[in-house]
Structure formats: structure tokens, C-alpha cells
């Protein structure tokens, strides 16, 4: 497995959660890592990513202000704190390696390795 996304769970309405994305690749410090959402019925959505050196990360407008992204090149592991939740948070998240590396796209085809996904519920 070459990343490992792990983290999930039900909380209630205004609590918090940290996703985190363990990446088993030798070129993990080369690469942005993205972490996705898909709830059911619904396309996959970018929610951040995070720049392979130390540019700005970039969130979707519905977590900004919310959930911070960040990555530790020394562990090899990218985290996702989730605070504020909200019902409509609730899906399957994903975390990814880009395939482009000088930027952080939000476009799930441009992201070419992916976990295997840790479900975040949050109940009103």
C-alpha cells in the first residue's frame, strides 16, 4: 500500500476530527498530496493539498477556515484536522499524490495514486 489514509469516525455536529495519510513512496518529498472527498451519490470533491516544498496549501471554499492541511516530510505522513464539522462532511475521504509537481491541482484526474479511503460521518 502506498498511502494509507486513516483517521475516520462519527462525531457530532461542531466537533473535530485529524485524517491522517501515511505515504510509503521514496519520492513522497517530490510530489503535492491532495486529500478528496466523496459522499454517496456524489462525484469526488477536492477539500486541500498541500505543495511538495513550503508554498501555500489550497482548500476548497466549503472547509476553508476550517481544516488545515499539513504535511511532515521527515514521517512521511500528510494530516487533515478537521474542526467546525458539519453534517454535510460527511463521505468517504481520500488522500492522493499528484501527478503534477509543481503545483496543487483540484482535479482528481490529475492525481495518479490513491489510499483506500477512511469514512467521516458527523450527525446533527
Known amino acids: 500500500v502506498q498511502l494509507q489514509a486513516s483517521g475516520g469516525g462519527t462525531v457530532h455536529a461542531g466537533g473535530s476530527l485529524r485524517l491522517s495519510c501515511a505515504v510509503s513512496l521514496r519520492t513522497f518529498n517530490s510530489y503535492p498530496i491532495g486529500w478528496f472527498r466523496q459522499a454517496p451519490g456524489t462525484e469526488r470533491e477536492f477539500v486541500a493539498a498541500?505543495?511538495?516544498?513550503?508554498?501555500?496549501?489550497s482548500y476548497a471554499d466549503s472547509v476553508k477556515g476550517r481544516f488545515t492541511i499539513s504535511r511532515d516530510n521527515a514521517k512521511n505522513m500528510v494530516s487533515l484536522q478537521m474542526n467546525s464539522l458539519k453534517p454535510e462532511d460527511t463521505a468517504v475521504y481520500y488522500c492522493?499524490?499528484?501527478?503534477?509537481?509543481?503545483?496543487?491541482?483540484?482535479?482528481?484526474?490529475?492525481?495518479?495514486?490513491w489510499g483506500q479511503g477512511t469514512l467521516v460521518t458527523v450527525s446533527s
Open positions: 492522493a499524490r499528484s501527478r503534477i509537481q509543481h503545483t496543487t491541482p483540484t482535479a482528481p484526474g490529475l492525481y495518479d495514486l
Open positions: 498541500v505543495p511538495r516544498g513550503s508554498g501555500r496549501p
